[in-house]
């Protein structure tokens, strides 16, 4: 079984959330590149993943795309902060390859955390918080190989699934950098 790619996961019980959205959402195909939420514009709908996996952006000041976070199969999608906030959103999220989500509207999302959820939206928040500043902070802890180790190590499929440039994206490397760790690895007897 793969592990969960977003750790918030495990630290808060999502179920009824999820299990509202399947229950009540509209089942929707997404084609590779098309755009779920924009830079830019509040996002409408919270998702969970069926197949394909979402890649979520954002655009550097030299004007490159970004990639700054993933949701997979069984894991939401939405920019949750910003979008039951009402505020409009600081990264694109667009599907990686073809993909389905059942999707509800916030409304509706908000429905089901203030009846379902314990803790509420502040908990959410929270989590999500939680996550987005670990990771802010393993950038400064700790090197690209290390990086690299610890995605791999926590979910080892990745390299099925997503391109090796969304990944050096993500890792902030380039994918001749991240080429040259995997080689550097497999010599050492690594992964």
Do not use: W
């Amino acid at each position: 079984m793969r592990s969960s790619f977003n750790e918030y996961k495990g630290r808060i019980d999502l179920s009824a959330l999820i299990d509202g959205c399947r229950e009540k959402g509209r089942l929707c195909h997404y084609a590779k590149g098309d755009v779920f939420v924009r830079e830019g514009e509040v996002g409408r709908y919270f998702g969970v993943v069926e197949s394909g996996y979402f890649k979520y952006t954002t655009i550097t000041t030299e004007g490159n795309e970004a990639v700054v976070g993933f949701a997979f199969e069984g894991e939401s999608v939405c920019d949750f902060n910003n979008s039951f906030q009402g505020i409009a959103s600081e990264v694109s999220i667009m599907a990686g390859t073809n993909a389905t989500v059942y999707r509800i509207t916030f409304n509706e999302a908000k429905d089901i955390v203030r009846n379902r959820i314990d803790g509420s939206q502040g908990t959410l928040i929270a989590e999500l918080f939680r996550e987005i500043y670990h990771r802010h902070l393993e950038l400064y802890r700790k090197s690209p190989t290390e990086r690299y180790i610890e995605l791999i190590n926590h979910y080892p499929d990745i390299f099925n699934i997503v391109t090796i440039k969304e990944i050096a994206s993500y890792l902030l490397v380039t994918p001749i950098y991240l080429s040259r760790i995997r080689k550097k690895l497999l010599k050492t007897g690594q992964k």
